[in-house]
């Protein structure tokens, strides 16, 4: 089974950075898109950014310009880098990650989900 875990949320005041990492339990490069998702407080999960292995990015538009994905496969790692914070990104932070298993003649989806990390942005 699969394990992402999240680690560096926290809080931070507004127009503060953070950097989320995310550590998978196998290699990386069979994760394609691996990404962020996000949920707060009475609000369904939302998508981030996901990053392909192709190197082709997905983003918000609330956070473009301000959070930047990226990931080394070699580590088995994807990170969020996360600038000019607002009180709005305040949520829990998931890692993501997509992987296609071998099923017959085709191929299976299975979406991977970490515990998530939280991060707290005050104004």
């Known amino acids: 089974q699969v394990q992402l875990v999240e680690s560096g949320g926290g809080l931070v005041q507004t ?3 953070l950097r989320l ?21 009475g609000k369904q999960r939302e998508l981030v ?3 392909t292995m192709s190197s ?6 609330s956070v473009k310009g301000r959070f ?12 969020l880098q996360m ?3 607002k009180p709005e990104d305040t949520a829990v932070y ?3 990650a997509k992987k296609y298993r071998p099923s017959g003649l085709g191929f299976v989806p299975e979406n991977y ?4 990390t939280q991060v707290t942005v005050s104004s």
């Open 15 to 17: 127009g503060g950075s």
């Open 21 to 41: 990492s995310c550590a998978a339990s196998e290699s990386t490069f069979s994760f394609d898109p691996m990404g962020w998702y996000r949920q707060a407080p």
């Open 49 to 51: 950014a996901t990053l």
């Open 56 to 61: 082709n990015t997905n983003y918000a538009d």
């Open 68 to 79: 930047t994905i990226s990931r080394d496969n070699g580590k088995r790692m994807v990170y």
């Open 83 to 85: 600038n000019s914070l």
């Open 94 to 96: 998931y890692c993501y």
């Open 113 to 116: 989900w970490g515990q998530g």
